[in-house]
């Protein structure tokens, strides 16, 4: 039976995501310039985004999972890594810190370490992408696409494959692999570009 190519976030989508989520933050912004708590949750969806799609995390490693995957907290956050512990497997890993999409969310390394743990539930991150999707891309989207679009998106970049499958956490090479199938256009460019 083969195998369903994911469907991943473009980066022109991503951007369009984030602009309209910022928007949404930066309307609950008081005049002493801090969020509301309305504002602090759309922060902590923010940086949701920004880690799955820029660190390529699952939600259950962001947020935590029964008493399977421990909860992301500041202590697991190095100078440019993220150790995820227990991830899918029960695998430890280190994934890259995405420095640049948190300066283009508008989050300081510093209040990224004091969001963590993050408090918005499972189901709200899953609903809040939803409805961002319909309203700005209009059409469905699920948070584990930012996953794929991480992993999508750093493989069409040159980053070698090996270390692309450590990132992510994929336990067989057959499953990064994948995503090198996930844009038919591009690979036919390239093979036009050669015969």
């Known amino acids: 039976m083969a195998r369903k190519l994911p469907q991943p ?3 022109e989508d991503f951007e369009k995501l984030l602009t309209e989520a910022k928007k949404q933050r930066e309307y609950f912004r008081k005049p002493s310039g801090g969020l509301s708590p309305r504002g602090e949750r759309f922060n902590q969806y923010i940086i949701a985004m920004v880690l ?5 995390m699952r939600i259950s490693e962001i947020i935590g999972f029964k ?14 890594f993220i150790r995820v512990v227990s991830g899918k497997g029960g695998k430890d890993r280190q994934v890259p810190l995405p420095g640049k999409l948190f300066i283009a969310a508008g ?9 963590l ?3 918005v539930s499972r189901r709200a991150i899953q609903t809040y992408f939803e409805q961002l999707g319909d309203k700005v891309l209009k059409k469905h989207i699920t948070f584990h696409m930012f996953r794929h ?4 998106h750093a493989l069409e970049s040159g980053i070698d494959i090996h270390q692309v499958q450590m990132f992510a956490g ?4 057959d499953t990064t692999g994948l ?3 996930a844009n038919p256009k591009q690979a036919l460019d390239k093979y036009e570009e050669k015969f």
């Open 170 to 173: 994929h336990s067989r090479m």
């Open 117 to 119: 743990p993050l408090t």
């Open 149 to 152: 679009g991480f992993v999508t």
């Open 9 to 11: 976030i473009t980066h």
């Open 179 to 181: 995503y090198l199938h």
């Open 67 to 80: 008493d399977k995957v421990p909860i992301l907290t500041k202590d697991k956050v190095e100078s440019n």
């Open 107 to 115: 989050v300081k390394r510093e209040d990224f370490r004091n969001n």
């Open 52 to 56: 799955a799609y820029g660190a390529g």
